[in-house]
């Protein structure tokens, strides 16, 4: 099981999240489900081809009910790449849950007790990624000749796109997942990403998965730094303040120790070469590094910016 499958089944695992999720992007942010609502239910199944047992895994699947009677079985399928093909997986799952109630109803039938109603099935296939979701049917990836087509049922999938999300509905989220959707709301604006000043309920579960989102190693450390404090329901202000002072304080250490054999001035030369690597290396947007320049080593505008092309002219002949 990949990383990112894991960090991402992580936070939408609470109920809090998952309830919030089903919210937003199902119900238009109509609080419709509470998270006392919701029940795990098994992910797994297993279908028998040629003879041998094969096992598939949905992401997040969970039952909704209300007064113990159950209204839906819902699941999250998480995606960072398009799957041309995921129209047909869905399918499979969302068989592989009918036939789940299915086996329940004819246990209760032979045992003469009580028979569960059958309830839908409905998957949501959650798109982190940067490109657009095309194929939204089963028609759209097989090829069926015309002399077979009225007999081929089709089959749609939920795609939802984080990045195209609306700030209305990025704004609608209330559990920790608002903090995932503003982060790609931002960065897809082209606005610079500071984040608001809401506690992290999850706040392991979240920096990971912030980790795996952006390739930003830095979140997870920080994670790791507040779990080893004991710091918790911190916000991700605070975290982004302990990954930009950490950053700094490796920049200024890294050119000092490789400066300190060239003398103070060399030193200080490249102490600002590391500074400006690393704050290029973690995404900074250039204005902003271009102000921590002027700030810290009191440069122009125009000295910072020459550094900025020069460091990165270095940077790409290495």
Known sequence: MGEKDITEKTLEDYNDVFADIMNVLLFDGKQLVKESELSNTRTKSQLKINGTIHEQERDNVKIWQQNHIRIAMIGFENQTDVDKYEPARVLSYDGSSYKEQLVEIDSCRKKKKAVPPLVPVVTLVIHFGKDNWRNHTLYDCISIP????????????????????????????????????????????????????????????????????????????????????????????????IIEARGEARGEARGEARGEARGRAEGKAEGIQIFIEDKIEDNIPDDKIIEKLKAKYNMTESQAKSSIQECRDAMKAK
């Open 146 to 241: 015309d002399c077979l087509k009225k007999y081929v049922s089709d089959y749609k999938i939920n795609v939802v796109n984080i990045k195209d999300l609306s700030r209305e509905q990025v704004d609608e989220f209330k559990s920790d997942f608002h903090i995932i959707a503003d982060y790609f709301y931002k960065i897809n604006h082209g606005q610079e990403y500071i984040p608001d000043n809401k506690q992290m309920d999850h706040q392991d579960a979240v920096l990971k998965l912030m980790t795996v989102l952006t390739g930003d190693n830095r979140f997870e450390e920080t994670s790791r730094l507040l779990s080893a404090s004991g710091k918790e329901n911190t916000t991700m202000c605070e975290a982004l303040d």
